[in-house]
């Protein structure tokens, strides 16, 4: 069943244009993949030449829903999660990240994009965890307190 009050069929499509062009124009500019984890975790890791553009794709990231908030109203957020429940989470996916070799942004939009078996792969387990976790936490530990 669709939640018709949560269908945006449109602002999706816009928006995964405008992932794809970004992620287009990064490689074709600048020759880089536009993976998030990649991008953040370098850095720390590179030459300075090479830190700006980096830091102008995060800033960017978080500059643009400001831009947004001007034109259009904000969805509001809301997390259904404690803290302790962020905190790990946020360490597990920084820890598949890594044993990836990628994230979803990565390896999701641009591998996918290019063809990559090794992204196919990596996207498919993705979205298999993704999948089981909240087929555990909705139906399997529902109502558990862990």
Sequence with gaps: MIDLNNFTPLG???GGILIGAAAALLLLANGRVAGI??????????????RVWRLAFIVGMFVSPAVYSLVAI??????EAD????IVAGLLVGLGTRYAS???SGHGVC?????SVRSL???????AAGFLTVYLARHAFAGLSL
Excluded at 39 to 46: A, E
Excluded at 83 to 86: A, F, N, P, V
Excluded at 111 to 115: E, F, M
């Design 12 to 14: 999706s499509l816009t």
């Design 74 to 79: 904000m969805p509001e957020a809301v997390i």
């Design 121 to 127: 792969t990596a996207t498919l387990a993705f979205m």
């Design 83 to 86: 803290t302790m429940t962020l």
């Design 37 to 50: 984890s990649g991008i953040l975790g370098g850095l720390w890791s590179t030459e300075r030449g090479d």
């Design 102 to 104: 990628g994230c979803t």
């Design 111 to 115: 591998g996918l994009s290019r063809g």
